[in-house]
Protein backbone atom coordinates (compact mmCIF):
# COMPACT_ATOMS: atom_id res chain seq x y z
CA UNK A 1 0.00 0.00 0.00
CA UNK A 2 2.78 2.66 0.86
CA UNK A 3 4.21 1.45 -2.83
CA UNK A 4 1.30 2.32 -4.41
CA UNK A 5 0.48 5.60 -2.45
CA UNK A 6 3.95 6.97 -2.83
CA UNK A 7 3.52 6.14 -7.07
CA UNK A 8 0.68 7.74 -6.86
CA UNK A 9 2.14 10.89 -5.36
CA UNK A 10 4.92 10.76 -7.74
CA UNK A 11 2.56 10.64 -10.44
CA UNK A 12 0.38 13.38 -9.47
CA UNK A 13 4.00 15.70 -8.67
CA UNK A 14 5.56 15.10 -12.80
CA UNK A 15 1.61 15.59 -14.44
CA UNK A 16 2.25 19.29 -12.36
CA UNK A 17 5.22 19.90 -12.90
CA UNK A 18 4.47 19.53 -16.80
CA UNK A 19 1.23 21.23 -16.25
CA UNK A 20 2.53 24.13 -14.24
CA UNK A 21 5.27 24.20 -16.81
CA UNK A 22 3.72 24.84 -19.74
CA UNK A 23 0.39 26.96 -18.41
CA UNK A 24 1.38 28.38 -15.04
CA UNK A 25 -0.16 28.34 -11.74
CA UNK A 26 -3.14 30.09 -12.36
CA UNK A 27 -3.75 28.12 -15.94
CA UNK A 28 -3.80 24.67 -14.19
CA UNK A 29 -6.69 23.42 -12.14
CA UNK A 30 -6.52 20.30 -9.74
CA UNK A 31 -9.01 18.37 -11.82
CA UNK A 32 -7.03 18.50 -14.83
CA UNK A 33 -3.75 17.76 -13.04
CA UNK A 34 -5.40 14.32 -11.76
CA UNK A 35 -7.09 14.12 -15.05
CA UNK A 36 -3.33 13.92 -16.20
CA UNK A 37 -2.28 11.74 -13.66
CA UNK A 38 -4.70 9.13 -13.99
CA UNK A 39 -6.01 9.44 -10.45
CA UNK A 40 -8.82 10.49 -8.34
CA UNK A 41 -9.03 13.83 -7.57
CA UNK A 42 -9.64 13.15 -4.20
CA UNK A 43 -5.82 11.92 -3.84
CA UNK A 44 -5.00 14.96 -4.34
CA UNK A 45 -6.01 16.58 -1.38
CA UNK A 46 -5.23 13.38 0.27
CA UNK A 47 -1.43 13.59 -1.07
CA UNK A 48 -1.42 17.77 -0.38
CA UNK A 49 -3.55 20.21 1.13
CA UNK A 50 -3.94 22.50 -1.41
CA UNK A 51 -3.25 23.27 -4.92
CA UNK A 52 -0.62 25.72 -3.39
CA UNK A 53 1.03 22.91 -1.38
CA UNK A 54 0.84 20.85 -4.56
CA UNK A 55 2.83 23.49 -6.55
CA UNK A 56 5.40 23.35 -3.44
CA UNK A 57 5.88 19.97 -3.26
CA UNK A 58 6.54 20.41 -7.17
CA UNK A 59 9.22 23.00 -6.46
CA UNK A 60 10.54 21.47 -3.50
CA UNK A 61 11.21 17.95 -4.78
CA UNK A 62 13.67 18.64 -7.42
CA UNK A 63 15.13 21.97 -5.92
CA UNK A 64 16.72 19.95 -3.06
CA UNK A 65 18.63 17.57 -5.35
CA UNK A 66 19.60 20.61 -7.89
CA UNK A 67 21.04 22.72 -4.63
CA UNK A 68 22.64 18.89 -3.35
CA UNK A 69 24.67 19.20 -6.59
CA UNK A 70 25.87 22.71 -6.80
CA UNK A 71 27.26 22.22 -3.38
CA UNK A 72 29.11 19.39 -3.77
CA UNK A 73 30.31 21.32 -7.18
CA UNK A 74 31.59 23.87 -4.97
CA UNK A 75 32.88 21.61 -2.90
CA UNK A 76 35.25 19.67 -5.12
CA UNK A 77 36.61 23.23 -6.73
CA UNK A 78 37.31 24.60 -3.12
CA UNK A 79 38.98 21.37 -2.28
CA UNK A 80 41.16 21.77 -5.79
CA UNK A 81 42.51 24.55 -4.19
CA UNK A 82 43.60 24.26 -0.21
CA UNK A 83 46.06 27.21 -0.34
CA UNK A 84 44.78 29.76 -2.78
CA UNK A 85 41.23 31.41 -4.10
CA UNK A 86 39.44 29.22 -7.09
CA UNK A 87 38.85 31.28 -9.86
CA UNK A 88 35.35 33.09 -11.21
CA UNK A 89 35.38 31.15 -13.73
CA UNK A 90 35.14 27.80 -11.41
CA UNK A 91 33.36 28.94 -9.07
CA UNK A 92 30.31 30.03 -11.66
CA UNK A 93 30.76 26.69 -13.64
CA UNK A 94 29.43 24.80 -10.28
CA UNK A 95 26.94 26.70 -10.01
CA UNK A 96 25.93 26.43 -13.87
CA UNK A 97 27.30 23.50 -14.75
CA UNK A 98 25.03 20.92 -12.82
CA UNK A 99 22.08 22.27 -14.66
CA UNK A 100 23.08 22.43 -17.87
CA UNK A 101 24.02 19.02 -17.33
CA UNK A 102 21.08 17.26 -15.93
CA UNK A 103 19.09 18.97 -18.74
CA UNK A 104 21.68 17.43 -21.33
CA UNK A 105 21.78 13.89 -19.70
CA UNK A 106 18.57 13.38 -18.78
CA UNK A 107 16.22 16.44 -20.81
CA UNK A 108 12.88 14.44 -20.39
CA UNK A 109 13.19 13.98 -16.76
CA UNK A 110 14.34 17.67 -16.59
CA UNK A 111 13.28 19.92 -18.92
CA UNK A 112 9.23 20.60 -17.29
CA UNK A 113 11.02 21.64 -14.11
CA UNK A 114 13.89 23.63 -15.41
CA UNK A 115 11.17 25.65 -17.46
CA UNK A 116 9.00 26.08 -14.09
CA UNK A 117 11.58 27.53 -11.96
CA UNK A 118 12.74 30.02 -15.38
CA UNK A 119 9.25 31.00 -15.48
CA UNK A 120 9.02 31.79 -11.82
CA UNK A 121 12.58 33.59 -11.86
CA UNK A 122 10.59 35.98 -14.05
CA UNK A 123 7.58 36.47 -12.27
CA UNK A 124 6.83 39.36 -10.29
CA UNK A 125 4.23 37.12 -8.40
CA UNK A 126 6.57 34.20 -7.57
CA UNK A 127 9.81 34.89 -7.92
CA UNK A 128 10.89 36.92 -5.00
CA UNK A 129 8.66 34.90 -2.49
CA UNK A 130 9.86 31.05 -4.72
CA UNK A 131 13.25 31.66 -5.16
CA UNK A 132 14.07 33.42 -2.56
CA UNK A 133 12.56 30.04 0.07
CA UNK A 134 14.22 27.19 -2.40
CA UNK A 135 17.55 29.10 -3.57
CA UNK A 136 18.64 31.87 -1.69
CA UNK A 137 20.89 30.24 1.22
CA UNK A 138 22.82 28.28 -1.71
CA UNK A 139 23.05 31.44 -3.80
CA UNK A 140 24.79 33.61 -0.67
CA UNK A 141 27.16 30.50 -0.51
CA UNK A 142 28.12 30.74 -3.78
CA UNK A 143 28.04 35.03 -3.47
CA UNK A 144 30.52 34.75 -0.64
CA UNK A 145 32.70 32.27 -2.51
CA UNK A 146 32.98 34.68 -5.80
CA UNK A 147 33.05 37.58 -3.13
CA UNK A 148 36.45 35.96 -2.09
CA UNK A 149 37.26 36.04 -5.82
CA UNK A 150 36.82 39.32 -6.51
CA UNK A 151 38.47 41.02 -3.23
CA UNK A 152 37.47 44.74 -3.31
CA UNK A 153 34.36 44.45 -5.51
CA UNK A 154 31.42 46.71 -4.74
CA UNK A 155 28.51 44.95 -2.67
CA UNK A 156 25.74 46.46 -5.18
CA UNK A 157 27.93 45.29 -8.05
CA UNK A 158 28.23 41.99 -6.64
CA UNK A 159 24.59 42.08 -6.48
CA UNK A 160 23.99 42.45 -10.06
CA UNK A 161 26.51 40.69 -11.64
CA UNK A 162 24.78 37.38 -10.06
CA UNK A 163 20.99 39.54 -10.79
CA UNK A 164 22.77 39.10 -14.74
CA UNK A 165 24.00 35.63 -14.22
CA UNK A 166 20.78 34.16 -12.69
CA UNK A 167 19.10 35.87 -16.13
CA UNK A 168 20.83 34.01 -18.40
CA UNK A 169 20.84 31.00 -16.61
CA UNK A 170 17.13 30.56 -16.29
CA UNK A 171 16.56 31.93 -19.88
CA UNK A 172 18.90 28.94 -21.25
CA UNK A 173 17.41 26.03 -19.13
CA UNK A 174 14.04 27.68 -20.40
CA UNK A 175 15.23 26.83 -24.00
CA UNK A 176 12.45 28.59 -25.55
CA UNK A 177 13.72 28.27 -29.04
CA UNK A 178 14.45 32.40 -29.57
CA UNK A 179 17.80 31.49 -30.44
CA UNK A 180 17.46 28.80 -32.37
CA UNK A 181 15.56 31.84 -34.48
CA UNK A 182 17.65 34.69 -34.19
CA UNK A 183 20.67 32.64 -35.46
CA UNK A 184 19.00 31.22 -38.08
CA UNK A 185 19.71 27.88 -36.85
CA UNK A 186 23.16 28.18 -36.02
CA UNK A 187 22.81 27.97 -32.46
CA UNK A 188 20.04 25.34 -30.60
CA UNK A 189 18.55 26.70 -27.24
CA UNK A 190 18.52 22.84 -26.25
CA UNK A 191 22.88 22.19 -26.77
CA UNK A 192 23.12 22.28 -23.67
CA UNK A 193 27.06 21.54 -23.84
CA UNK A 194 27.58 24.34 -26.18
CA UNK A 195 25.91 26.75 -23.21
CA UNK A 196 27.89 24.67 -20.86
CA UNK A 197 30.98 25.54 -22.59
CA UNK A 198 30.73 29.75 -22.70
CA UNK A 199 28.28 30.80 -19.98
CA UNK A 200 31.13 30.74 -16.97
CA UNK A 201 33.33 32.26 -18.98
CA UNK A 202 30.82 34.75 -19.78
CA UNK A 203 29.72 35.26 -16.51
CA UNK A 204 32.68 36.06 -15.28
CA UNK A 205 33.89 38.24 -18.10
CA UNK A 206 31.34 40.11 -16.58
CA UNK A 207 31.72 40.31 -12.82
CA UNK A 208 35.45 41.17 -13.94
CA UNK A 209 34.05 43.96 -15.98
CA UNK A 210 31.79 45.40 -12.47
CA UNK A 211 34.33 44.52 -10.15
CA UNK A 212 37.61 45.96 -11.92
CA UNK A 213 37.25 49.54 -10.41
CA UNK A 214 37.20 48.74 -6.59
CA UNK A 215 38.93 44.83 -6.73
CA UNK A 216 42.67 45.10 -5.15
Known amino acids: MRNNAEGTRNRI ?11 GFEGVTVRQIMSKAGA ?3 LAYYHFKSKRDLFDAVLL ?20 HPDDEPSLEEIIGAF ?10 APDEWRSYMALVAQINNSPEWG ?6 YFDPLVRRFIETIRRAVPGCDEADMFWS ?4 SGALTLTIAETGRLNNLSDGLCDSAD ?25
Open 13 to 23: LDAAEELFANR
Open 192 to 216: MAAARARMARFAAAGFRALCAENSR
Open 40 to 42: DVA
Open 128 to 133: GELMTK
Open 96 to 105: TDPLLDMLAE
Open 162 to 165: YHFL
Open 61 to 80: RRAELMNEKRLAALRQVEER
